[in-house]
T-cell receptor
Framework: KAGVTQTPRYLIKTRGQQVTLSCSPI?????VSWYQQTPGQGLQFLFE???????NKGNFPGRFSGRQFSNSRSEMNVSTLELGDSALYLC?????????????FGEGSRLTVL | KNQVEQSPQSLIILEGKNCTLQ??????????LRWYKQDTGRGPVSLTI?????NTKSNGRYTATLDADTKQSSLHITASQLSDSASYIC????????????FGAGTRLFVKA
C-alpha cells in the first residue's frame, strides 16, 4: 500500500508569511504526528492527531497549529514565519495493526524562510 | 525523566569497515526500541525493532542488540558501504495506555571511499 505522502516537498517563504503543509497517512492509519528537524538537531515533536482530535502537543509557540480531517489527512500551519522556522518538517502515521507503536514517516517538506 | 542518548554524535569510517553505534535510554515502562536510518533530506526508515525479550536482531548488514537490564542498545554495521552514510536514530517506545515515542538525537555516519 502507498506510504505517507507529504506535500509540498520543497518551498521557500519570506519572513512574516504563513505556510500550510499537508500529510496523507497510510490508508487505514488514524494517527498522524508532526516533527520539526533542523540541521544537526534531533526530531522535535510538534503535535499528534487521532480521529480529528489533537492528542498531544509539543513545546512550540502558538504560531504552529495543525488539524486533521475525517479522512485522516492532516495539515500543519505556521503563521508569521521566522528565519528559525527553516527546517525539514516530517509527518508520520501510525496504525493499530503493528501493536508496537511503529511510526511510518513521509519524505518531509523542506521549508526555507528568507 | 524519559531520555534516549546516542553516541557518538558523528562518525567517519572507510568503506568496507565495521562500526558500532550506541544508544542508552532511561525510558520506563519500556515497550520496544527501534533503529531508524535517515538519509539526508529524507524521512527516517525503520531498520529493526527490538522488544524486551529480544537480545539480537539482524537486517542484512545491520545487527541490533538490546540489553534490557542495563538499558543499552547498539547497532552494528558490517562491511560498510557508501550508501550507509546517513543519520541513525534510536527510538524508544513506552506504553502506558497509549504509545509514547522518545527520540535520540541520532548519530551521523559518514562512509568514505
Amino acid at each position: 500500500k502507498a506510504g505517507v505522502t507529504q506535500t509540498p516537498r520543497y518551498l521557500i517563504k519570506t519572513r512574516g508569511q504563513q505556510v500550510t503543509l499537508s500529510c496523507s497517512p497510510i490508508s487505514g492509519h488514524r494517527s498522524v504526528s508532526w516533527y520539526q528537524q533542523t540541521p544537526g538537531q534531533g526530531l522535535q515533536f510538534l503535535f499528534e492527531y487521532f480521529s480529528e482530535t489533537q492528542r498531544n502537543k509539543g513545546n512550540f509557540p502558538g504560531r504552529f497549529s495543525g488539524r486533521q480531517f475525517s479522512n485522516s489527512r492532516s495539515e500543519m500551519n505556521v503563521s508569521t514565519l521566522e528565519l528559525g522556522d527553516s527546517a525539514l518538517y516530517l509527518c508520520a502515521s501510525k496504525g493499530r495493526e503493528t501493536n508496537t507503536g511503529e511510526l511510518f514517516f513521509g519524505e518531509g517538506s523542506r521549508l526555507t524562510v528568507l | 525523566k524519559n531520555q534516549v542518548e546516542q553516541s557518538p554524535q558523528s562518525l567517519i569510517i572507510l568503506e568496507g569497515k565495521n562500526c558500532t553505534l550506541q544508544c542508552n535510554y532511561t525510558v520506563s515502562p519500556f515497550s520496544n526500541l527501534r533503529w531508524y536510518k535517515q538519509d539526508t533530506g529524507r524521512g527516517p526508515v525503520s531498520l529493526t525493532i527490538m522488544t524486551f525479550s529480544e537480545n539480537t536482531k539482524s537486517n542484512g548488514r545491520y545487527t541490533a542488540t538490546l540489553d534490557a537490564d542495563t538499558k543499552q542498545s547498539s547497532l552494528h554495521i558490517t562491511a560498510s558501504q557508501l550508501s550507509d552514510s546517513a543519520s541513525y536514530i534510536c527510538v524508544v517506545i513506552s506504553q502506558t495506555g497509549g504509545f509514547k515515542t522518545i527520540f535520540g538525537a541520532g548519530t551521523r555516519l559518514f562512509v568514505k571511499a
